[in-house]
């Protein structure tokens, strides 16, 4: 693999609280278990970085505990920070609560991650081969936004850009949202945050409103489903429907990370859209049998998973769909 993933979105601390279920309004609940882990982009970066592809990080870190704390977890996951601390903050956190469901619940303080300049992602320069990757939650900080879409509208046109609107993408003012799209290459995002862009209706009409009238120089979109898996439509009109696989969860955090993770690192080997979407299916699935964010599975453990996995149901429907 030749080129790197240049992640230009954000990293904070979580902090994560394991509970029977939320406390109701008013009242409080003994945790079963806590951890101190890296989240927000270190997820996705480390499911990069496990499948196989160079990272670097060219958001910003805190100087603080927080901030090596994140800087600790980047040496030993091999991601290189390509920017200088913030001589002003210490990084962001978050609270995330988890339930016996496997659902999650997140409380986030914004810290130096927040705050983006272009003097300061001068040093973040790229080269052929390379993929860019930022998320809605970068987008959505007042003080790192317009920074940001300026930065990534003059990226390279031969330089592939990948894009996860997350689940703030109602926070994210529409101009600087229609900027972003117009220059994405790949549009990862969940069935909500595909409605919130292009409407409702059923999975192929959102997609194809996407990419005809939102992402005009994409060459696809994914548009996950959790447990069910992903819809992939590509630009010529060809779509896919990539069933998920069946798992026992006990930690959904992270799993929306991993799958855009594994599904770049895969693209960027030169694997078809269709077989990296199964791929990053596979990898998800292996993520939310783990605890943690961070929990992304390397290469071999997919290519494991799947040389056991029962072929999913509907595991591939193509079709060639109208514009």
């Known amino acids: 693999m030749s080129g790197r993933l240049v992640h230009v979105g954000s990293a904070v601390v979580d902090y994560v609280y394991r509970i029977d279920a939320l406390p109701a309004p008013g009242m409080e609940k003994t945790a079963s278990s806590f951890a101190q882990v890296a989240g927000g982009g270190f997820n996705m970066m480390v499911a990069a970085s496990r499948t196989g592809m160079q990272v670097v990080f060219g958001g910003q870190l805190g100087s603080g505990p927080n901030g090596d704390f994140l800087r600790a977890a980047f040496m030993a996951e091999g991601i290189a920070t390509l920017t200088p601390p913030s001589p002003l903050m210490d990084s962001g956190n978050c609270v995330a609560m988890i339930s016996s469901d496997a659902e999650r619940t997140f409380v986030s303080w914004p810290g130096a991650e927040s705050v983006l300049s272009l003097d300061l992602m001068a040093p973040v320069a790229v080269a052929p081969g390379d993929w860019v990757f930022t998320s809605g939650y970068t987008l ?20 592939p850009f990948v894009f996860d609107p997350t689940p703030v993408i109602s926070d994210i003012p529409p101009s600087i949202l229609s900027r972003v799209l117009a220059r994405t290459t790949w549009l990862s995002c969940n069935t909500t945050e595909a409605a919130e862009i292009a409407g409702s209706g059923d999975v192929e009409a959102v997609a194809a409103r996407l990419l005809g009238d939102h992402c005009p120089t994409a060459a696809g979109v994914i548009i996950r489903a959790g447990a069910k898996g992903c819809h992939v439509r590509l630009v010529d009109g060809t779509a896919q429907i990539i069933a998920g696989f069946n798992v026992t969860a006990i930690d959904t955090n992270g799993a929306g990370d991993t799958h855009i993770g594994a599904f770049v690192s895969a693209l960027a080997r030169g694997i078809t859209p269709f ?49």
């Open 140 to 159: 959505s900080y007042p003080k790192s936004r317009d920074a940001l879409t300026d930065w990534i509208e003059a990226l390279p046109a031969n330089i």
């Open 275 to 323: 077989e990296a979407a199964r791929y990053a299916n596979a990898a998800a699935a292996v993520s939310v049998t783990r605890h943690g964010g961070s929990s992304a599975p390397t290469n071999r453990e997919i290519q494991t998973f799947l040389s056991h996995a029962a072929d999913p149901s509907g595991a591939g429907r193509t079709q060639k769909a109208n514009a």
